[in-house]
């Protein structure tokens, strides 16, 4: 059974630092990669960033140079750190692995930048 729980998430002003966090108690998404993605209100769901398991990283141009996706396979978690905030950063992030054919999400957490 995957679960993955996202935390983190909070209101930040404008120009403003969070660290998200992805755990994965049961250990099953060592070996593969993992994905943050974002969901706005009113909009689709958009992809942020992406981690190999061989720790190479990819990601969004809204995101490149303030983001950093990284992960800690000794804790099973997966960090998305944002600096330099936006108002238009303000969305539901939530983490994803793909195992197989199968998408597994967390639940969300909530980011929300405004001053």
């Known amino acids: 059974q995957v679960r993955l729980a996202e935390s983190g998430g909070g209101l930040v002003q404008p120009g403003g630092s969070l660290r998200l966090s992805c755990a994965d108690p049961g250990s099953t998404f060592r070996g593969y990669a993992m994905n943050w993605h974002r969901q706005a209100p009113g909009k689709q769901r958009e992809w942020v960033a992406r981690i190999g398991d061989d720790g190479r990283t990819n990601y969004a141009d809204s995101v490149k140079g303030r983001f950093t996706i990284s992960r800690a396979n000794t804790n099973n978690t997966v960090y998305l750190q944002m600096n330099s905030l936006k108002p238009e950063d303000t969305a539901v992030y939530y983490c994803?692995?793909?195992?197989?054919?199968?998408?597994?999400w967390g639940q969300g957490t909530q980011v929300t930048v405004s001053s």
């Open positions: 994803n692995v793909r195992i197989g054919p199968t998408d597994y």
